[in-house]
């Protein structure tokens, strides 16, 4: 399905009917506008000047919801910390146990930095690279599963599928 951009807000009134029809939109926002605000799951918002990249993931999470992705490939954790991916699975330390608590509840949506550091720490984050460091530690346990995190520029991080296991393997 296509996904529509929206300049806010400029096309305010184009989003209205976006939404009324469920159309997937990701709306444009300008540096130093408040975004639109809605619990709609065929929209998301990103903020201009904005990276092609974090664009087009923008867009693609919008089109799986949209095309009702198969929901079975959603990773699973049990209690004891172990993730379970595509047949297999990586056992995770407490602290990144619950990061991706947060990521999979949120999966394939962006997940904000202070979210995750609530998460993380919840009697608060002890350092300011401490979260940075957990995410690369996640990166590397998850890309074995065919899993990544992705940088949201300004605005989190971004779980979803990585690259085929065999590209991961071969990389080494």
């Not at 699975?89 to 608590?101: D, F, G, I, K, N």
Request: hydrophobic fraction near 40%; proline fraction near 8%; charged fraction near 30%.
């Amino acid at each position: 399905m296509k996904v529509e951009l929206v300049e806010w807000p400029g096309e305010e009134e184009r989003l209205t009917q976006l939404r009324r029809d469920h159309v997937p939109r990701l709306v444009l926002v300008p540096e130093g506008m408040a975004p639109p605000l809605t619990a709609d799951v065929l929209e998301d918002w990103i903020r201009l000047p904005a990276v092609d990249e974090d664009i087009r993931s923008r867009v693609r999470v919008l089109a799986d919801r949209a095309d009702g992705a198969d929901d079975s490939r959603v990773p699973e954790l049990d209690e004891n910390g172990l993730l379970r991916s595509g047949g297999h699975w990586v056992s995770l330390p407490p602290v990144e146990h619950r990061l991706m608590v947060v990521l999979l509840d949120r999966y394939r949506a962006v997940v904000s930095r202070d979210a995750l550091a609530r998460a993380g720490w919840p009697e608060g984050i002890p350092g300011r690279n401490v979260l940075d460091v957990h995410i690369v530690r996640l990166r590397r346990r998850l890309a074995p599963l065919g899993l990544a995190i992705r940088t949201v520029r300004s605005r989190g991080y971004l779980l979803e599928e990585g690259p085929p296991l065999s590209a991961v393997a071969s990389d080494g």
